[in-house]
């Protein structure tokens, strides 16, 4: 597809482009045209009827958008900003930097500017910095005729027409007729008496996070959002709503992993830019490992006698790490869905220890085996006496530091979450560090007590 | 809230009761209703009107309809049955005993179970299986008036009506029109004329992974879904697209802590369910550590003269580890939000490397700073000279390995993929579990070449 835009781009088959082009999704469009050299890309874009450009130049990325809005003049700036919803407008503003967000805004009329900068002024992670203000507001004393005139009028313009609010003259919510049920009912029947009050809603400074989760579990497909006197400002689309949750998830997992959230995707994201995002976890992650070192140290005299122990440091870590973070990605992803609450705490304990008990106690039962009849029968090469001992020694330790995993990786989510953090923060990599410092010691302690060392 | 409604419930305040949960949202009175006290339900659930009852139990989870079932005589569950759509009324059959189910096809007509029976034929991941059978249909030579009739005659039994699909006479799928473009247009005008022929679709087959990603990239509210012959069989709608989006992430998750998936939330998961998804992947990988201990068992002989080097074993692993799992956590996500393809895996190679290269020399410089500086002048009680080389094999190990985990970390998952495996397996553990061999090969090796020992 990309060749075929290409060739008839070089070959100036303008007619021939236009028609290929008009047959495509404006999404589609948009991803081919990231990806063609951007010299040719205001050509390409000019050809577009003006409605679909509009859409394609929504769905590009910030870069490319730049690229374009410097290419246009002010004329074709206009007509590509008259097309756009406000909130798809308010969202480029956003990505530029000043001296094109200023453009932008020079080619809106006052009006429009006005709403644009309200919308800008919105906390960043707000149900209002992805509301839309373009929406259906329909009153109690309508009827169903009346109403389908208002969205024959205003509709032309919305994003969204099928769910219509209701507002009384101060424009406060008091509820919300579906175009289904319009379209079910009598033409002269009052709004006031089809309308269902029971409407759920957001405020303006509700955490959009928070709103996502309000589409998932009443299944919305559009949600308004009120002023702090519960007066009608906007809505927010089923489709904003999906982009919210993957966002939140990619930032969750990049928090999991170690990594600073970026919004940007892979390949857009500069070297420098990935390598900031993971050197401060690295650099501090190996830094805490410096207490690891500072315990083996400090059984350096003894453990030149029971050098055989010091090879099963890795395996002991290794499991516990993984036993830990199986723990914490679980309870991690359980908040995020509102599974699991403060108040669960001792329930997710409880819950914790069993799960662990049985599997420190089936690894402890492998690993001896393990050690007995593999590496013992089949390569030994030490005093069997104690060479039991000493894998009684790992087994009771494996036991002991899984349990501990369990609950650490369990519990250090909830309490982040308790006092305002990140519960993702607390994945594996923080939680894996803070267990090998404990595993040493136990192991070690252990080890004394049993080997007498 | 929970209080107040057992308070009514053991007062058999019932008038009080109803007007309460009339006012409140379906999915909340589930969530209420599922904790409150089993035998409590059916009086409850036959209190609220018939219409938001169905709602209600479609909301709950699938312990608390078997239980409701079971309560509900025969005219009941008929009456439940018939408010639900088609897919709500698949989806529950699919999670109940076969006695159940077979109790609740018995209620249904023929033609709607020989519906149901086809529509749970289909395999479990596929967009078949979320389908709903229910849409509006219109075809080409019918006029926008008389649309809204067919809309007003089969749309209340139609859960969303806004994006209408226009078939020929084979059923053969041509277009779409939206109930907007039939608000927009003039009464008269012919749905060939109006209709948009360029329409995304799914076929019944298709990954339902694939088919939310569709919702994500068009913005779309509903997809059509047609069977081998392009004949319209079905709908998806948006919030079950959500619901595949979140259910997919949790798999992910639950793969990248080396965990099996479960479809059951946290609390619902007994500790034996959740003990069987846990112990696999721990058992494997402690079982693959065998290998580190194996190599260290290899250096034991050396190793005595040089027990300080042991200390930084840990150290070396952790950084080692997280930053294996960086690269993999984000290609992972990347690959899954189709930012990376396998075409695309030199491009990659060549980022990791240089952000590997950066990470490395940082960490090594600070390490060795840090080793110079405080360990040795603060806590001295080495031979300084010894020391230095000591610390420079340290370094230059933390250099090559971070290099190498980081490509490893990026390679790894781009392959799975290309070999039909889940990415998201390759996540931190197993790729741990691979590193800390690797690493403790190259210690040992760049200790034997430079402090040869």
């Known amino acids: 597809m990309e060749k075929e835009i290409m060739e008839l781009v070089a070959e100036k088959k303008y007619t021939k482009l236009r028609e290929l082009l008009s047959e495509m999704n404006p999404a589609d469009i948009a991803q081919i045209l990231e990806e063609l050299p951007k010299k040719e890309l205001p050509v390409i874009f000019r050809i577009l009827p003006k409605e679909p450009a509009a859409e394609v130049f929504v769905e590009m990325d910030s870069d490319t958008q730049q690229y374009l809005i410097e290419a246009f003049s002010d004329a074709e700036l206009r007509e590509v900003l008259d097309e756009l919803f406000m909130d798809d407008t308010v969202d480029i503003i956003d990505e530029m930097p000043a001296t094109v967000a200023k453009r932008i805004l020079k080619q809106t009329d006052a009006a429009t500017r006005r709403m644009i900068n309200k919308l800008l002024a919105y906390p960043e992670d707000s149900a209002g910095s992805i509301m839309t203000t373009e929406y259906i507001d329909l009153k109690g004393h309508m009827t169903v005729e009346e109403s389908f005139d208002r969205i024959r009028t205003i509709g032309f313009d919305t994003e969204m027409i099928y769910e219509c609010y209701v507002t009384d003259k101060s424009r406060h919510l008091k509820g919300y007729v579906t175009v289904k049920d319009l379209l079910l009912s009598p033409k002269n029947k009052k709004i006031s008496d089809i309308m269902d009050e029971n409407v759920i809603f957001a405020t303006t400074l509700d955490d959009k996070e928070l709103v996502a989760g309000q589409f998932e579990k009443y299944d919305l497909v559009t949600l308004p959002v009120v002023d702090t006197e519960n007066r009608l400002v906007g809505i927010i689309t089923v489709d904003d709503a999906i982009d919210v949750i993957q966002e939140e998830i990619s930032e969750d997992m990049d928090k999991m992993a170690a990594i600073l959230p970026s919004d940007k995707s892979y390949f857009k994201t500069s070297v420098i830019s990935t390598f900031k995002a993971r050197i401060p976890w690295l650099l501090l992650l190996m830094l805490s490992a410096t207490f690891t070192s500072a315990i083996i140290s400090g059984f350096e005299g003894k453990l030149s006698s029971y050098i055989a122990l010091v090879a099963f440091i890795p395996m002991i870590m290794g499991t516990v790490g993984n036993a830990g973070s199986q723990s914490s990605a679980t309870i991690i992803r359980a908040i995020s869905l509102g599974d699991v609450k403060f108040r669960d705490i001792f329930k997710v304990i409880w819950k914790e220890f069993r799960v662990s008990v049985l599997c420190g106690i089936v690894l402890s039962v492998v690993n001896f085996i393990k050690l007995i009849l593999i590496d013992h029968f089949l390569l030994d090469n030490f005093d069997a006496g104690l060479y039991i001992s000493e894998s009684l020694v ?51 302690g252990i080890t004394a007590v049993f080997l007498s060392v």
């Open 394 to 444: 790992v087994c009771l330790t494996l036991c002991v530091t899984v349990i501990i995993a369990k609950l650490v990786g369990c519990i250090l989510p909830i309490f982040a979450k308790k006092i305002g953090f990140d519960p993702a923060v607390m994945a594996s990599p923080l939680i894996t560090t803070v267990l090998d410092s404990i595993s040493l010691i136990i192991y070690f």
